[in-house]
């Protein structure tokens, strides 16, 4: 499975981006695509995830309610839409798929998923 996640950029508090995340290869195989994000000095965190087949979603807490992940099954792409975006929510964006029959939607370890794009950069300005 290959992933490649397009669309960050610079927006100012309060504004809206959306991320996207196509998915090649062996996508039969996917079970769950996740989202996580890296600022600066910080460790990889995550930040929502959605079953590839279901649709059903969860989410990090700092990002609950301003954040929407969503998928369309036809073009094998996974969506992130952020709204009302703060500066801590800078950092580069990286999307993910889960290959596991074990991987569950609420499990946050980056271990638990095996195919990583290569990131994009979201930065929101004060």
């Known amino acids: 499975v290959q992933l490649q996640a397009f669309r960050g950029g610079l927006v100012q508090a309060g504004g809206s981006l959306r991320l996207s995340c196509a998915a090649s290869?062996?996508?039969?195989?996917?079970?769950?695509m996740g989202w996580f994000r890296q600022a600066p000095g910080k460790e990889r965190e995550f930040v929502a995830a959605?079953?590839?087949?279901?649709?059903?979603?969860y989410y990090a807490d700092s990002v609950k309610g301003r954040f929407t992940i969503s998928r369309d099954n036809a073009k094998n792409t996974v969506y992130l839409q952020m709204n009302s975006l703060k500066p801590e929510d800078t950092a580069v964006y990286y999307c993910?798929?889960?290959?596991?029959?074990?991987?569950?939607?609420?499990?946050?370890?980056?271990?638990?998923?095996?195919?990583w794009g290569q990131g994009t950069q979201v930065t929101v300005s004060s």
């Open positions: 290869g062996r996508t039969f195989s996917i079970y769950g």
């Open positions: 993910a798929a889960s290959g596991r029959s074990g991987w569950y939607l609420a499990d946050r370890r980056v271990s638990t998923y095996d195919y």
């Open positions: 959605i079953i590839w087949s279901g649709g059903s979603t």
